[in-house]
């Protein structure tokens, strides 16, 4: 389905922005390139008439995101977070994108909730209101539990938004095919990758039995965190498009005049947050994907509440060691340590000098140290990250998208929080000086030794097989002789002896 039609897709694209004066706004406010613009505005000025007209209650970018669809509404919740890249009159149009969209209707609500649970909800419910907030995917519902009468919110799909996505995401798919046969020097940024990569997110976003199962792993992995709370997932009440869970009551982290009248230590909040995001990311491989202010409250009794967990990264070991040293290298502004990880990674190609590639990330590290989050325009600095990851040859890395994204809108959530005395890299420290201390001493490395010898023992019965197979295939068949079978098997005792030694050698480390 990504052939040619979907140039109509982008083509009204350009035609709705132009039609609902979002392309000026645009063209205002964001620094784009000469080219970037006269593309954008071949693609629309021409067609103008052609564009959706939106909601004229809405500003003009908003009307016109909130008229193209889901996929350009999550852009524009991403977009929200971020005022020191779009500016802040424009972050706070678009932060309408998070929790305040038009709803559905309250019986279509019901309808969806019956097919879904496959009983009436008058068996289920009680109370159930009007939508109290509707997003670009589903809306939620409060109401209560008639066995016990406690308190939940319903989430439930916004019906026929698989078939809207898909949409969506086909014309994506073609843009991105385009931009690659056009540019190749894009193809090093992989953005079909990158475009396969949030198509699997979306997919799990639909079906509301995975984000119920997120939200319960989420729970379990942060039973012990201090002034964290993740509301409970009530199994019996849920389907693919229907969710509940316990309702959650607080200051959304979005109305900022609430939590300073409410007596809020703004700065440890905000460094509360980019802590968390941190430590789950780090210690579990396993985080919130989408960290906006509509998702996140603080209840009375001073605990970050986080909920809507459709979007939920997850990094394998190996990721987070590379990354907590990354990070660790730019807070300890060994630039040199950094060059390094990139190149052992595997990021960096090994053709490229490692002092220059140094040297370069020090021209990018340098300028935010010491500084407040409100002297530091990370729009520039991203920019300048760009320009340097593509003079080195560093390729997308596909895993890190949602990690990499997170920790953006993460970091503009805390940046709107606490825009003055907010240091990124001071609250950062903490969990990635523990990360470290953990999983990158001795301790750590005798913890590898083990798992190693452990896999290693599985395979203890198989080794002589596989090694006659192995020499067998690299090399002529000989008559098998005394000498050569004592050969095997001094071969197999020496392994099983090597295996006994890392596994001695790791428990007396540990």
């Not at 519902?141 to 308190?151: E, I």
């Not at 997110?201 to 995975?210: F, P, Q, Y």
């Not at 040859?393 to 997170?406: N, P």
Request: hydrophobic share 45%; glycine share 8%.
């Amino acid at each position: 389905m990504r052939g040619p039609h979907n140039i109509w897709r982008l083509i009204r694209t350009g035609a709705t922005f132009e039609r609902t004066g979002a392309m000026d706004v645009v063209m205002d406010k964001l620094d784009l390139p000469p080219m970037v613009k006269l593309t954008a505005r071949v693609l629309g000025w021409p067609f103008k008439f052609l564009g959706l007209k939106g909601d004229p209650q809405y500003p003009p970018i908003v009307r016109a995101i909130t008229a193209l669809g889901p996929a350009y509404i999550k852009f524009g919740q991403i977009l929200s977070t971020r005022p020191d890249v779009v500016g802040h009159e424009l972050a706070q149009q678009l932060r309408v994108l998070q929790e305040s969209l038009p709803p559905f209707d309250r019986a279509i609500a019901i309808k969806e909730i019956e097919a879904d649970l496959g009983q009436s909800v008058d068996t289920l419910f009680d109370d159930i209101s009007e939508p109290i907030a509707a997003a670009s995917i589903a809306q939620v519902h409060q109401a209560r539990l008639k066995s016990t009468g406690q308190k939940v919110a319903i989430k439930v799909l916004r019906p026929g938004i698989e078939k809207a996505f898909r949409k969506d995401i086909d014309a994506f798919y073609f843009a991105a095919g385009m931009i690659e046969r056009l540019s190749p020097r894009s193809r090093r940024l992989h953005p079909n990758e990158v475009i396969k990569h949030f198509d699997s997110i979306v997919r799990g976003e639909l079906d509301l039995r995975l984000e119920a199962s997120a939200a319960s792993e989420f729970e379990a992995n942060t039973a012990d965190d201090a002034l964290l709370s993740i509301p409970h997932v009530h199994w019996e009440y849920s389907g693919r498009k229907v969710m509940t869970l316990d309702w959650v009551d607080g200051i959304p982290l979005a109305d900022v005049d609430a939590l300073r009248a409410a007596g809020t230590d703004m700065h440890e909040l905000a460094t509360r947050i980019l802590s968390m995001f941190l430590r789950h990311a780090l210690r579990d491989g396993f985080f919130h994907g989408d960290m906006h202010q509509g998702n996140l409250k603080l209840n009375a009794n001073g605990e970050l509440v986080a909920f809507d967990f459709g979007i939920m990264g997850r990094i394998d070991e190996y990721t987070r060691r590379v990354y907590a040293e990354i990070l660790m290298g730019f807070i300890r502004k060994d630039y040199r340590r950094v060059a390094e990880v990139h190149f052992e990674a595997g990021y960096i190609p090994a053709d490229q000098d490692v002092d220059e590639f140094a040297q370069a990330l020090r021209a990018v590290g340098e300028p935010i140290f010491g500084h407040s989050a409100e002297d530091i325009s990370m729009a520039r600095l991203l920019s300048h990250l760009f320009d340097v990851t593509e003079r080195f040859g560093m390729e997308t890395r596909t895993e890190l998208i949602l990690l990499q994204r997170t920790m953006v809108v993460v970091e503009g959530v805390a940046r709107s929080i606490d825009p003055v005395s907010l240091d990124i890299w001071d609250a950062a420290r903490p969990e990635v000086e523990a990360y470290i201390k953990e999983n990158l001493g001795p301790r750590a490395f005798a913890r590898d030794l083990m798992k190693t010898a452990m896999v290693l023992s599985r395979f203890g019965p198989k080794l002589p097989q596989m090694i006659e197979g192995m020499l067998n295939a690299q090399a002529p068949q000989p008559p098998k002789t005394k000498s050569r079978n004592l050969r095997h098997k001094a071969l197999y005792a020496g392994l099983g002896g090597t295996v006994a030694l890392i596994g001695v050698y790791a428990l007396g480390l540990l």
